[in-house]
């Protein structure tokens, strides 16, 4: 089953201009993972952020986590075309923590 | 360093028959986990294995198994195939199987399709 629900489906932005992307999930948490995934090809971990994180920085990546209200977002800056893929939210459930969980993704196109 | 490599990368089955899928992970890495993508979805958790152990498993039928070799490789196996088995197949290797799971390594995954 699915635990995570991105949000937007589908972005399409202009080069240069920021990306945010939303995640909602259902349970207590551990942490909360993004990835992105190149089209039809393999995973690659973005970010990892913990339960008792509330914003993490990586490059031009900045993921934000609110328990209360069971969401994370992922902002892109300053996009590039080579940021066009699917970028997926996955949790760490607090009860089992041995597998992720993950949402159905949003599908980023960057426009050169 | 290689990474996770998995194969076959492509390949099509008829319904009913068998298809054993591999995955070599990172070098140093004990814990190998699979994972099933319908095109357009998630992916789904379907297996993890650590120290040659079974640690997890997910919401799959009795028709879906795998192991793990010493060499922590490891076999993703699926028996009298239906046309709903269609699906990326990705394997992803991490350091440890324990609890609070992080980082998971992905290999580039083998699409099965089932005709």
């Known amino acids: 089953s699915q635990q995570g629900e991105e949000d937007p489906q589908a972005l399409s932005i202009q080069e240069g201009e920021n990306a945010t992307m939303n995640c909602s999930y259902k349970t207590s948490i551990n942490n909360l993972q993004w990835y992105r995934q190149n089209s039809g090809r393999g995973l690659v971990h973005l970010i990892l952020?913990?339960?008792n994180e509330r914003e993490k920085h990586s490059g031009r990546l900045r993921v934000t986590l609110d328990t209360s209200k069971k969401s994370s977002s992922l902002l892109i800056t300053a996009s590039r075309a080579a940021d066009t893929a699917s970028y997926f939210c996955?949790?760490?459930?607090?009860?089992?923590?041995?597998?992720?969980?993950w949402g159905l993704g949003t599908s980023l196109a960057v426009n050169p | 360093d290689a990474g996770v490599t998995q194969s076959p990368t492509h390949l099509i089955k008829t319904r009913g028959q068998h298809v054993t899928l591999r995955c070599s992970p990172i070098s140093g890495h004990k814990s190998v986990s699979w994972y099933q993508q319908v095109l357009g979805q998630g992916p789904q958790f379907i297996f993890q294995?650590?120290?040659?152990?079974?640690?997890g498993r997910g919401n799959f039928p009795d028709r879906f198994s795998a192991r793990q070799f010493p060499n922590y490789s490891s076999e993703l196996n699926v028996n009298a195939l239906l046309l709903g088995d269609s699906a990326l197949y990705l394997c992803?290797?991490?350091?440890?199987?324990?609890?609070?799971?992080?980082?998971?390594?992905f290999g580039e995954g083998s699409r099965l399709t089932v005709l």
């Open positions: 996955a949790t760490i459930n607090a009860g089992n923590n041995r597998k992720l969980i």
């Open positions: 992803a290797s991490s350091m440890t199987g324990g609890p609070n799971t992080g980082e998971l390594f």
């Open positions: 952020i913990r339960s």
């Open positions: 294995y650590y120290e040659k152990e079974e640690r």
